[in-house]
């Protein structure tokens, strides 16, 4: 396996760059470690998604409200909305081999690419405008679950070139979910807000993890609690010199003062 130098944003932080094998032993020592952030990252987006689920189940009937061509084969008005996203937009999945499961229903892509440009098009319903912020939101969320499965797969393969040059899409596919979910409508929808902004911080963290153990490769132990001490001591700072800055309240009159006539 060639490691490809140009590819290596953090080249500095590997064992040797010139040493493909210390870089694959660096990532098959801690490989249970980004096993489990992968894992922890993937089940918070699932429950983000699954309440979208809910939520869509609990207020519609069907999926009717998503056939945008009279003469698509999906039987809309039979299945609920969320058998219709999951369908539509799909999560790759792989076998133990590390295989791509084949699970595209293509009549189902097609009626999900036919909505998205129907919402591109026309003047929307206050409904309509919910489903299409719905199936963005699953769209951006199954993007990103698919990348973690993708990382996943490589790190069972010991493909650990592509291991590292993952972490940048897996970065991007979360932020992206992160991002779209602050104004998004059918988030706010979702009865138990406080449990939305939990899983949404989790989701953050969880990505943070993943991204922190990348950083972390070839660095000693000694090194990285330097590295975070030096982080705690300059907020530290920050936040005396923030405190400086505040100019103190007007000192409340004295009783004897209030009252001297």
Not at 104 to 117: E, H, M, N, S, V
Not at 183 to 199: A, G, L
């Amino acid at each position: 396996m060639k490691l490809k130098k140009d590819k290596l944003d953090g080249s500095h932080i590997i064992p040797t760059v010139d040493d493909p094998e210390g870089f694959a032993a660096a990532v098959e020592k801690n490989e249970g470690e980004l096993q489990a952030y992968i894992t922890e990252c993937r089940s918070h987006l699932e429950s983000l998604r699954d309440a979208i689920y809910k939520t869509l189940d609990a207020g519609l009937d069907n999926a009717s409200l998503f056939q945008a061509k009279n003469d698509s084969p999906v039987p809309f008005a039979g299945i609920t909305p969320s058998a219709f996203l999951k369908k539509a937009y799909t999560v790759q999945e792989y076998d133990a081999e590390g295989n791509g499961i084949e699970n595209r229903d293509q009549p189902y892509i097609q009626a999900g690419l036919d909505f998205t440009k129907f919402c591109e098009s026309e003047s929307l319903s206050d409904e309509h405008k919910l489903l299409a912020d719905a199936s963005s939101q699953t769209a951006a969320i199954n993007t990103a679950i698919s990348q973690l499965n993708r990382l996943e797969m490589c790190l069972k393969k010991k493909d650990y070139e592509k291991v590292y040059i993952l972490k940048e899409t897996i970065d991007n596919g979360a932020q992206t979910v992160l991002e779209t979910a602050k104004n998004s409508k059918m988030i706010q929808t979702i009865p138990n807000q406080n449990f939305v902004q939990k899983i949404l911080s989790s989701i953050a963290e969880a990505v943070g993890k993943i991204g922190g153990f990348f950083s972390n490769l070839g660095k000693s132990e000694t090194q990285k609690f330097k590295e975070r001490f030096t982080e705690v001591k300059d907020k530290v700072a920050q936040q005396r010199v923030e405190a400086n800055a505040t100019p103190e309240p007007d000192a409340a009159p004295s009783a004897e003062t209030q009252f001297k006539p």
